[in-house]
């Protein structure tokens, strides 16, 4: 009697046996002739090569149509063998986007320029900070928030805004306004106040700082108000009020650089500078007029209202 002719298994978890002999064989084994045999576990199709991937003990089954360790079952009690598994291949992000061109990169270097200027005047404040020169590290950091604000224009006007930009920024502001202007705030003060109280209002003021900048980074932008008081008016503030002296007690001024680190960190809006410029014109004469007459309190007031502004546009969004 004529042997019966081999046909082909129709399960996928097995492979096709070598021959008629090894058949018999694998309908008795089963389990053990797949333990037994090497498995097929898929293949890996790629634009530059195409390849079968296999693995090199029968302790895995392939249970998917796409390659990966999501479609890779061990068997029991055996360890997985993922050593024929490729790694994808890091992709590297240009920092500056869009057509690399002379012109391009030498404007790129530019802003660059000025962020590290920023940068490297916060050093040099804390440098004269630890010299006992409070007044010209305090112009120093009026310095850093004029070119943190040019690097910024810059970037647009000349068409080379990226995140690496944005992320060197960010950090060039912790290091100028969110540490330079706490120490030169308590070179100002140590003499004045007691050494503990004038530390914990520069680290709040440090703190702060990280928490508002860290928040700037992740949250969606509007292009109207500030949540929060922003750390380069906040340095600015502080570099003033050092640098003009004010004629308040040391107690005074250390709260008020603790409501300004507070205020950085809430969730009031802000009016931003290109708002503020277009109030009508009589209300800068009051400012003008009271800078000539008294500066000190003048600066004091407009910093006040500011500092007020925002509960009370807080209070408008709510009701409204």
Not at 69 to 82: C, E, F, Q
Not at 133 to 147: K, N, R, S, T, Y
Not at 173 to 188: E, R, T
Request: net charge positive; glycine share 8%; aromatic share 6%.
């Amino acid at each position: 009697m004529p042997s019966t002719p081999w046909r082909r298994r129709r399960s996928t978890d097995s492979p096709r046996p070598a021959g008629r002999r090894w058949a018999g064989r694998l309908r008795r084994g089963g389990t053990l002739a797949r333990q037994a045999l090497l498995v097929r576990v898929g293949r890996r199709n790629t634009s530059e090569t195409s390849r079968a991937a296999t693995a090199t003990r029968a302790e895995v089954l392939y249970t998917g149509s796409e390659p990966g360790l999501n479609h890779i079952v061990p068997a029991p009690g055996v360890p997985l063998n993922t050593s024929f598994i490729e790694e994808p291949a890091p992709t590297t992000i240009p920092l500056l986007p869009g057509a690399h061109t002379m012109a391009r990169r030498a404007s790129f270097a530019l802003v660059n320029a000025c962020t590290l200027s920023s940068l490297g005047l916060g050093l040099l404040a804390i440098f004269l900070a630890m010299e006992h020169e409070p007044q010209i590290a305090a112009a120093c950091l009026v310095a850093c928030v004029v070119f943190d604000g040019l690097d910024g224009a810059l970037a647009r006007k000349l068409g080379v805004a990226s995140p690496f930009g944005a992320q060197m920024d960010s950090l060039a502001d912790m290091c100028s306004f969110g540490l330079a202007a706490p120490v030169v705030v308590y070179a100002s003060l140590v003499d004045s106040v007691p050494k503990p109280a004038a530390a914990l209002a520069c680290a709040l003021v440090a703190a702060c700082a990280a928490i508002r900048l860290a928040r700037f980074n992740v949250s969606p932008k509007d292009g109207r108000f500030f949540c929060g008081v922003p750390t380069t008016m906040a340095a600015a503030v502080l570099a003033l009020a050092v640098l003009i002296g004010l004629p308040l007690p040391g107690m005074a001024v250390l709260a008020g650089v603790a409501l300004l680190a507070f205020a950085m960190v809430s969730s009031f809006p802000y009016a931003k500078l290109a708002r503020i410029v277009k109030l009508p014109p009589w209300l800068w004469l009051l400012p003008i007029v009271g800078a000539l007459m008294q500066p000190r309190m003048t600066f004091v007031l407009v910093v006040a209202t500011y500092l007020v502004s925002g509960p009370i546009l807080w209070v408008r969004a709510k009701r409204a």
